[in-house]
């Protein structure tokens, strides 16, 4: 009976060390990756944040010019001295019904754009064509103070200036211009809405300051349940652009453009259409598959130099 406590016992401590030791290694294999992936619930909320955008209406929407706010409250910042307003005879783009608010992008005669929202009551008239608007709702705080804009075309024409600590609710990201994230928050008191420089926009998320969008790393898991295997690099020059699609098909749609030079994280490969090898990439929020045609594979265990 003393012989069998004893073998008890050492099976018992064989058990234990293969578990630590089995842990530690898949540990080790998680942790094995030169960039980093999501750390917290609101970070990956945040590296899921689709691109909204404007469409164009060449012939105009109305009959005038109607008022329009940074956000979609008659109590919100109302720019020019409290007198902003958009032709909406002329070329306008529209985003979409917020709150029976109509949020605009209007041409201004210096060339610069204006993105704002027409109250519901000069919308009943106006013939958008559009549905109604989605955005996220993802509350962080400023690390450092930014600038904030109502035009998405350049960070040279900010309306004020967020400081740090400042609390914002992230509501969407914007790339066809710039680098933007769109948000909401409040200047000297007053609601507006307005787009900060996803480049230098420096969030305090869970206790951690990322700066730029960057530093937010990747997501942990594709749409296809796959990790990160590796990084691509697309082929060419900073001005050549190269298409990803939604399928592994040089004849599916395009979901994003990419240039020479940058770098993505691939989560799985596959044989397309074409007999090429396709790799399923993750650029910016979103997902789709890049021709080996056009782009270089590395695979994480030969990343030695991506800090």
């Known amino acids: 009976m003393k012989h069998n406590g004893v073998c008890f016992r ?3 401590i064989v058990l234990v060390l293969m578990l630590v030791f089995s842990c530690g290694n898949v540990l080790a294999e998680e942790g094995d990756s030169s960039c980093p992936a999501a750390e917290s619930e609101t970070v990956a909320t945040l590296l899921k944040v689709p691109d909204f955008k404007f469409f164009v209406r060449e012939n105009g929407i109305g009959k005038g010019s109607c008022p329009i706010y940074t956000a979609p409250s008659e109590d ?10 958009c032709n909406v005879e002329t070329e306008i783009s529209v985003g ?11 041409e201004l005669k210096d060339g610069r754009a204006r993105v704002g929202y027409i109250p519901p009551k000069y919308c009943k008239p ?4 559009i549905s109604r608007l989605t955005l996220v709702s993802i509350p962080v705080k400023l690390a450092q103070s930014i600038d904030i804009t109502d035009n998405p075309r350049s960070n040279t024409t900010p309306f004020g200036t967020l400081q740090k600590g ?3 609710t992230i509501l969407g990201k914007y790339t066809y211009t710039g680098n933007w994230w769109y948000v909401e928050t409040k200047l000297n008191d007053r609601l507006t809405r307005g787009f900060i420089d996803r480049d230098w926009a420096a969030l305090k998320i869970d206790g951690k300051v990322y700066t730029g ?18 990084m691509i690099t697309v082929n060419g020059n900073s001005d050549e652009a190269m298409i990803v699609r939604r399928r592994s098909d040089p004849e599916s749609s395009m979901v994003a453009r990419v240039y020479g030079g940058d770098s993505y994280p691939c989560y799985t490969e596959e044989i397309g259409s074409t007999e090429k090898t396709w790799y399923y990439i993750w650029v910016d929020g979103v997902w789709g598959w890049i021709s080996s045609g056009h782009s270089q594979y590395t ?4 990343i030695t130099d991506l800090d």
């Open 126 to 129: 106006l013939k958008a064509n």
């Open 76 to 85: 919100s910042i109302r720019l020019a001295d409290g007198k902003a307003a």
């Open 213 to 230: 969008n960057e530093e937010l790393g990747f997501p942990a898991v594709s749409p296809m349940n796959t990790t990160k295997t590796g």
């Open 299 to 302: 695979a994480n265990d030969e």
């Open 96 to 106: 979409g019904y917020v709150d029976s608010w109509l949020m605009v992008r209007c």
């Open 10 to 12: 050492l099976i018992a």
């Open 166 to 168: 400042t609390e914002i």
